[in-house]
């Protein structure tokens, strides 16, 4: 571990650098420059192509390229540069436009337009717009990756254990059996629709000027479509353009996306609880490895610490999301910079839930399921088939069903012997009474099997 990883204040720059590492490019105050530089660099280059704007003359082949060059090349140093400068303008979108009027001082082209550089612009337009980039980026590029490795993982064990029968607990006591491999396609099936919320979100932008009334391009060009034109933009950059705003953007999409992800946390949060519990019954044993030390005293331990880690991880990620979520829509009047701040952790938010999706994804690649430790509980569990058994008996209109069973099993359970005393002396068809006989707490599934091969 390197000196900075030791003295960092947050375990995400420290002990848990590496495993982030993917979302540095897009929530690190470079990924917010780089954005924010990207932004300036293509609204220059819209109005330099806008025959209508005729004061800006349009751009050669080859200073369009050194523009896109200027992105696609942004690089720390480039960063510092600006924060050089934002170290006398005390403004971070100013000290931006100044560095990116210095770096391209050379190119005749730009110097003739440089005025153009953040024309009509508030710095809102700006932050917004690549705030949304970054969610983008940071979501399609990093989270929904890692989120998709669980999901998979999840199906895998649904699959490879769709026939293994297993004891339920509801309310912690024993239920009706289901399968091992059905309880994972429960998991996979709520993650895959939280999943296509995350997905579906469409993240929004606004670029209208101080107050989102485009005042200061109107006073410059008055005949012209800047709705339309500033539409065109925000759409080409792949985002959803907002049309009403205040000077900021009401942040109602991010909103909308940080609540997805925290929904996709707390059933991860669920299923972590589940699973610790599975291996506390032994339902689970975890895969051994080499050299690793379950506790500094028990020589025997075999902790479920990566679920664990990954339930302590959402939950502080949820935390900083519902933040978000509530904070971030609310602003005084035409605008209050409380949703800078808040802005500038975003990758604490979605650090967290990618470090938990990748402790969960390694605890879920440990697990080995125990099939005679589950056919042990069942084996003792009879008392589960007084549901088929009532149930039968309802079809075929004996009295009192329910009430009948509820006196031989309720807070006692039954042996097999004892059940299938009572199942003999039913007044039911034969086949219906040699089908009661052959089920066992193992085979009394329903569809489990199937529906866990489905998902």
């Given at each position: 571990m ?7 204040l947050?375990?995400l720059d420290g002990r848990?650098h ?8 897009h ?6 420059i780089?954005?924010?530089?990207r932004v300036?660099?293509e ?17 050669s ?9 200027v ?24 000290a931006?436009e ?14 003739k337009v440089s ?6 612009c ?6 917004n717009?690549?705030?949304?980039l970054m ?11 890692a989120l998709d490795?669980?999901i ?17 607990r509801?309310?912690g006591?024993?239920?009706s ?11 996979a099936?709520?993650l ?17 000027g ?6 200061a391009h109107?006073?410059?060009?008055p ?11 925000i759409?080409?950059l ?8 205040i ?11 940080f ?9 991860l ?5 589940d699973i610790w ?12 490895k ?19 880690n990954?339930?302590g ?7 900083v999301?519902?933040?978000?979520s ?8 035409q605008?209050?910079l409380?949703?800078?701040t808040?802005?500038?952790n975003?990758?604490?938010?979605f650090?967290?839930?990618?470090l ?21 509980d069942?084996?003792?569990?009879w008392?589960v088939?007084?549901?088929p ?8 209109g004996l009295?009192?069903?329910y ?22 002396a039913?007044?039911?068809p ?11 707490p193992?085979?009394?599934v329903g569809?489990a ?7």
């Open positions: 390197s000196a900075f990883a030791l003295t960092a947050s375990p848990y590496a495993k982030v590492a993917g979302l540095r490019d929530f690190s105050e470079h990924g917010l780089r954005n924010r530089v300036e660099v609204w220059l280059k819209a109005l330099a192509a806008e025959p209508a704007l005729a004061e800006i003359a349009p751009f082949a080859a200073t369009v390229a050194e523009l896109d060059a992105v696609a090349a942004f690089s720390p140093a480039d960063g510092e540069a600006v924060k050089a400068i934002e170290a006398t303008t005390n403004h971070d979108v100013k931006m100044y560095w990116l009027k210095k770096r391209l001082g050379h190119n005749a082209e730009v110097m005025e153009f550089i953040h024309f009509a508030t710095s809102e337009d700006i932050n717009t690549s705030h949304a969610l983008r980026g940071g979501r399609d590029e990093v989270l929904l990756p490795a669980v998979a993982r999840f199906r895998t064990l649904a699959h490879g254990l769709a026939e293994l029968p297993m004891l339920s509801t309310h006591q024993p239920a059996p289901t399968t091992l491999g059905k309880e994972m396609a429960n998991i099936a709520r895959l629709r939280a999943r296509a919320q995350i997905a579906g979100v469409s993240l929004t932008a606004k670029f209208n101080a107050v989102g009334n485009y005042n109107l006073s410059a060009w005949e012209f479509d800047w709705e339309g034109f500033n539409r065109r933009f759409e080409s792949g985002l959803e353009f907002n049309p009403y705003t000077q900021i953007e009401p942040h109602d999409a991010m909103a909308e996306l609540d997805a992800a925290a929904r996709a946390n707390t059933i949060i669920d299923a972590c609880r519990m599975y291996i506390s019954l032994g339902y689970f044993k975890q895969k051994l080499e050299g690793e030390v379950g506790s500094s005293t028990m020589p025997h331990k075999v902790n479920p610490i990566d679920f664990e990954a339930e991880n959402l939950g502080v990620a949820n935390a999301f519902r933040h978000f509530e904070k971030l829509p609310v602003s005084r009047m605008r209050d409380s949703d800078s808040v802005l500038r975003m990758g604490v938010g650090g967290h839930t990618v938990a999706l990748d402790s969960a994804l390694r605890g879920l690649n440990k697990l080995e399921a125990e099939p005679a430790r589950l056919a042990a069942l084996a003792e569990c008392e088939l007084a549901e058994v009532q149930t039968v008996m309802r079809r075929y009295e009192n069903p009430e009948q069973l509820k006196a031989m099993t309720r807070g006692k359970g039954i042996t097999r012997e004892a059940l299938h005393g009572f199942i003999a039913l007044a039911i034969q086949s219906e009474r040699e089908r009661l006989l052959a089920m066992t193992a085979s009394y569809k099997a199937e529906l866990a091969r489905r998902v």
